[in-house]
């Protein structure tokens, strides 16, 4: 599977954006998914991700509230709806897939992911 990012960009804080991450090659719901984040300086952070199948959802504690993951299967795509975004969510965004059936304690870490699109810029600044 071919994994593709895109949606980032300029926002005030406050604001909302909406990630995508189009698939090609495969059936997105044949894996399980994932956002990541990564800011300057920091380490990869786990935001929220699907379950291969039946699309059961997890979501970092800290994000779940402000952040909606969904998936479109007509479109192959996995969304990140962004809301009330302060400076600190300021990062590279990427999208990754695995075709493992992974259990909800494994979901958060990156190495349990082989596919990663390229990432997108978020940038929430005024």
């Known amino acids: 599977v071919q994994l593709q990012a895109s949606g980032g960009g300029l926002v005030q804080p406050g604001g909302s954006l909406r990630l995508s991450c189009a698939a090609t090659g495969s059936t997105l719901s044949m894996y399980a998914t994932a956002w990541f984040r990564q800011a300057p300086g920091a380490e990869r952070e786990f935001v929220a991700g699907?379950?291969?199948?039946?699309?059961?959802?997890t979501y970092a504690r800290s994000l779940k509230g402000r952040f909606t993951i969904s998936r479109d299967a007509a479109q192959n795509t996995m969304y990140l709806q962004m809301s009330s975004l302060q400076p600190e969510d300021t990062a590279v965004y990427s999208c990754a897939a695995s075709p493992k059936g992974l259990i909800t304690s494994s979901m958060p870490l990156p190495t349990s992911y082989e596919y990663w699109g390229q990432g997108t810029q978020v940038t929430v600044s005024s």
């Open positions: 699907f379950k291969r199948g039946n699309g059961g959802t």
